[in-house]
């Protein structure tokens, strides 16, 4: 795993050195991820997590809570208005050089989410977010689409930091528009070249991945609950959907590299209510997450 530790005065002056961005690029190009470190304020973790933690009772007691495959995995929108607005978040300019790097002019993010594990033993299937833009592709296209992962706390196998299988960003078997779920004949074909693992990674830290490459949920072993903001950066022709954001908050998205597919609104925004469940029935789940635990 690629970690590139980002100095406080690059942080500062909102510069990223050309030889860090020139290692950040390789490395997704490579392996399809890379961990910047250092590039989020305490204070924006800090604020975010307490919050999180706060709103995570009410994402659960939805009647049609927002699991993802299993009641371990819950995927909860962070609130979208202040306090709870940070550009070390949503406009992080290390994060943006990268992506703007890799994706070209006019990346743009349109999902603003986040995802938290629970106490369980439950684990997601092995599944990229969606996949190569054709079928019959020889190798795979440039990146279209970049995730941005937040932690609000230190990831770590043991809290159920994501399995991650490095340069399956590259592999052509999973197709957008079909199941995204990678079948056991992929898997096993693909550990001949390198194995899966859980990587520790620090509050503070971005982990930005191809949005192709494989990865699972894993089991949240703690009292702790293990939290985690999400965007997506995607290539400035990529059809987009928008966020809701409060009106009067359009001076926070100005003047950045990165376009916010933004709709500012009047009124209250529902964000508890945002998110879905992704494959997960509840008539077939007979226990909660604390008789999981």
Known sequence: MQTIEISAEEVSK????SENLADAVEAIESDGFVVLGGVVSSQSINTLRDKMREDLARFIARDDAPFNFNQGNIQQDPPPFPPYLFPDVLLNKMVIAVTHTVLGQGVKNDFYSGN???????????????????????????PYGLVVNVPLVDFSPENGSTEIWTGTHKDTSVVIGQDIKVTPEMLERWREKSQPFQPTIKAGSVLIRDIRL?????????????????????????KTGTLKFPKGTEAFFADSDLYTCAQFVEGDIDYVHAPGAYEYVKEAASKTPAEKS
């Open 14 to 17: 909102g510069v990223m050195s």
């Open 116 to 142: 938290t594990a629970i106490k369980s033993e439950q684990r997601q299937p092995v599944h990229a977010d969606t996949g190569q833009l054709f079928a019959n592709l020889v190798e795979g296209t440039p």
């Open 214 to 238: 494989w990865h699972a949920g894993m089991p949240n072993r703690t009292d702790t609950p293990r939290t985690m903001i999400a965007m997506i950066h995607y290539i400035g022709w990529w």
